[in-house]
């Protein structure tokens, strides 16, 4: 019932009709699935569980917001759904393929095909522009969006040919979402894309990612430690010391205008 609910809600966001066939019933399609996933760092006595037996489904489409303090295992799992990690013990699914044993070279495929990730400190390299930025993702990906397209989707197009010194620490943070979702991605992995902004800038970022949800339908995973932000998301999964403490499904979401911290 919980899950029909949440597919209405994401057809009505996304301004899609969901009248069901005759006979048939809709549920949100799963895009990510882990099963009792956990991660384990050092051996013996000195043993650091950063997962502790994770239970986790995404859907296509959502916003959603993965929320609780520094080392509660959130980026740990954000790691390993985008096929940066290997989980210690458990399994992950992404759609109809199990992650949980590929080889890296399989990883490395599945992360440029479906996955672009943003992350709080922006990777940019400072000898090249904006445009040449974006281009390092174009000119690998199979079916990539032009560079230039990328920037516009991001409200960047006079700034393409400055370099990452000439811009704003907003401006680099949307030169970096352009990056990720150049490639055209299904699922948009954000890691405190806000952290290293004040929060009119900050604002002016989950307005993008939130524009590029909605126009786009991808899967939009966004990291923060910041308690307002899960106001815009669909779904907000609460994260303590390693396990999902609670998962609420907001059934009034705020603009990124309207969120105060």
């Known amino acids: 019932m919980l899950v029909n609910v949440f597919a209405r809600m994401l057809c009505q966001a996304h301004g899609r009709a969901m009248e069901p066939a005759k006979g048939a019933t809709h549920v949100a399609e799963i895009v990510f699935r882990t099963q009792d996933v956990t991660k384990v760092y050092g051996t013996g006595e000195a043993r650091i569980y950063a ?20 080392g509660s295992g959130k980026s740990t799992l954000l790691n390993i759904l985008g ?16 992650l949980t044993d590929l080889p890296d070279r399989a990883l490395t495929k599945f992360r440029r095909d479906h996955v672009g990730f943003v992350f709080q400190f922006y990777n940019l390299v400072p000898s090249l522009t904006a445009r040449e930025n974006v281009q390092l993702v174009t000119d690998v990906s199979p079916d990539p969006m032009p560079a230039e397209e990328a920037l516009a989707q991001v409200g960047l197009t006079d700034r393409m040919d400055h370099f990452p010194s000439e811009m704003s620490g907003g401006e680099q943070q949307r ?57 815009m998301a669909h ?12 998962v609420v499904i907001n059934d009034e979401r705020l603009a990124p205008s309207e969120l105060v911290w």
Do not use: M
């Not at 902004?197 to 002016?204: A, N």
């Open 175 to 231: 030169v970096a979402i352009a990056r990720a979702i150049a490639k055209r991605p299904e699922i948009l992995l954000c890691d405190e894309p806000t952290g290293a902004l004040d929060s009119s800038t900050g604002v002016q970022v989950l307005e993008v990612l939130q524009d590029i949800n909605e126009r786009f339908g991808t899967t939009t995973v966004i990291i923060t430690h910041n308690a307002d932000i899960q106001r």
């Open 51 to 70: 997962l502790g037996g994770v239970d986790l489904e995404l859907f296509a489409g959502e916003i959603a917001v993965l929320l609780g303090p520094s």
């Open 83 to 98: 096929g940066l990690d290997h989980a210690t013990s458990g399994r992950v699914w992404f759609r109809d393929t199990e």
């Open 235 to 246: 779904r907000v999964i609460q994260f303590q010391d390693g396990k999902i403490s609670s």
